[in-house]
């Protein structure tokens, strides 16, 4: 079983950065997708950035240019680095590990932009 453990959320003003962490703990396969997600007040949830084992990104296009997806294949974990944030940035995050039938999410971390 795998589980999730994010953080580094919180409230930044506009054009401001963060980094959220998302550590994985338990039995890691070989070949994955792991990933953010986020979903706004009312609002699906929505992809936001995804890398697989072989470092394959990917990145919704409301993001492309201003957010970084990374991994740490050592220390199991993955990150986000989120420059020139917008209020409609604001949601809350997830990570997310895909593995052949298996799909697990984190708890969520809140970003909010606001001035």
């Known amino acids: 079983q795998v589980q999730l453990v994010e953080s580094g959320g919180g409230l930044v003003q506009p054009g401001g950065s963060l980094r959220l962490s998302c550590a994985a703990s338990g039995t890691i396969s070989r070949f994955y997708v792991m990933g953010w997600y986020r979903q706004a007040p009312g609002k699906p949830r929505e992809l936001v950035a995804t890398?697989?084992?072989?470092?394959?990104?990917n990145y919704a296009q409301s993001v492309k240019g201003r957010f970084t997806i990374s991994k740490d294949n050592a220390k199991r974990a993955v990150y986000l680095q989120m420059n020139s944030l917008k209020p409609e940035d604001t949601a809350v995050y997830y990570c997310?590990?895909?593995?052949?039938?298996?799909?697990?999410w984190g708890q969520g971390t809140q970003v909010t932009v606001s001035s």
């Open positions: 890398t697989t084992t072989r470092s394959i990104t």
């Open positions: 997310n590990y895909k593995e052949d039938r298996l799909d697990v």
